[in-house]
């Protein structure tokens, strides 16, 4: 019987160290040609200024097959709505049978930090002590998560959010073992002047920081934008930086932080150094000194989803988690 994981199970069942590794291996196997990954469909809800996304995904070995159903609302904030809504389908791949629906919008939180983080440890400084967070809201969340994971010698954390009151409340919900002096910075310069990692989490549509600004080493990851129009990141950024992206495909067709560079004719797609399958198969280096800036721009794929989810419903399967019910 399939079963029913809650937002709390999803929660209880996945670590981020986990998540990471079954990244690992699925960003391996698409490598390896061994996953069928459709570029989603962005569904436009216009009157309400919504966009829902469809990411079917299928891997061979080990098997899996799911779909995620991903909406974003930017209005929802101002309805102390979560800007996201996510519910996934997994399939037995072998017979197209339901296994399990889940909340999507933990699993997107976690595999969007994971992502970052897998990407973060091949791109950034092993002695990174400053972590800088653009944005406050769902993702800025886990994705410190992640960068915990990968730096161990953060000590300093600086957030910003043009909406200062989020900023605030993202302070004191810090978890007690967070071991970083974490303050609210006044500006995205002040992130930016002090910070050896970045994180862009926002719902901009346009730069959130000047990338002229940015120190020798530094390494960001650039979440927040997934439309070609969306250009969280600046030219400068891009031009200064080594850029890895999480799929070509994704990113040459979703982010205006590559697209619009290219479409001016400042940037090209042979100047993206590798893909995130590039890094984790060795096919490409990561990090190569010190002073290199870097960056990781991701826009999500259902590669990610499809290996969080897999390793809930098998966690879940072992753990007797889950509501099981009738279809
Ligand atoms: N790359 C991926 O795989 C992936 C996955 C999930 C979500 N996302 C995207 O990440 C973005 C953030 O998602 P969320 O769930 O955290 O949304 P959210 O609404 O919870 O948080 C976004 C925050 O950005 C802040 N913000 C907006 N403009 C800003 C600016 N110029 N400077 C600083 N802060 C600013 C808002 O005030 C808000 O607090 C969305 O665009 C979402 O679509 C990407």
Redesign the pocket.
Same mark, same amino acid.
């Given at each position: 019987m399939p079963v029913i994981l809650t937002r709390e199970n999803i929660r209880s069942l996945l670590t981020m160290e986990e998540v990471m590794e079954a990244l690992k291996e699925a960003f391996l196997s698409y490598s390896r040609g061994e996953t069928v990954v459709p570029l989603r469909l962005g569904l436009e809800v216009t009157p309400y200024q919504g966009i829902s996304l469809l990411m079917p995904s299928f891997q061979k070995n080990p098997d899996g097959l799911g779909v995620k159903l991903v909406s974003?609302f930017?209005e929802n904030?101002k309805k102390g709505l979560?800007?996201?809504c996510a519910y996934y389908l997994l399939c037995d791949a072998q017979t197209g049978r339901l296994l399990a629906l889940m909340d999507g919008a933990m699993l997107?939180?976690i595999r969007?930090g994971a992502?970052s983080g897998l990407a973060s440890s091949y791109l950034g400084r092993k002695d990174s002590r400053v972590l800088g967070l653009?944005?406050? =809201?769902?993702?800025?969340r886990f994705q410190l998560e992640a960068m915990k994971a990968v730096f161990p010698m953060l000590r300093e954390l600086y957030v910003?959010?043009?909406?200062k009151k989020?900023s605030a409340r993202f302070i004191e919900e810090l978890p007690s073992d967070l071991r970083m002096e974490a303050r609210v910075a006044q500006s995205?310069d002040e992130v930016v002047s002090r910070a050896d990692v970045i994180v862009t989490?926002?719902?901009?549509r346009?730069p959130?920081f000047q990338g002229k600004l940015l120190k020798a080493g530094t390494h960001i990851n650039a979440? =927040? =934008?997934?439309t070609p129009s969306m250009q969280e990141v600046d030219e400068e950024t891009v031009l200064r930086s080594k850029v890895v992206v999480?799929t070509f495909e994704g990113c040459l067709s979703e982010a205006g932080e590559i697209l619009i560079p290219i479409q001016r004719g400042v940037f090209s797609k042979d100047r993206i150094h590798s893909d995130l399958s590039g890094l984790v198969s060795g096919k490409q280096r990561g990090r190569e000194d010190e002073r290199e800036i870097t960056l990781f721009k991701?826009? =999500?794929t259902a590669i990610?989803d499809l290996a969080a989810a897999r390793l809930a419903y098998q966690k879940a399967l072992e753990k007797g988690i889950g509501l099981p019910f009738e279809i």
């Open positions: 974003v930017p904030v979560p800007t996201i997107t939180g969007t992502a653009l944005g406050a =809201g769902v993702q800025a910003f959010d043009v909406d989020r995205p989490a926002t719902t901009s346009s959130v979440i =927040g =934008g997934f999480d991701s826009v =999500g990610e």
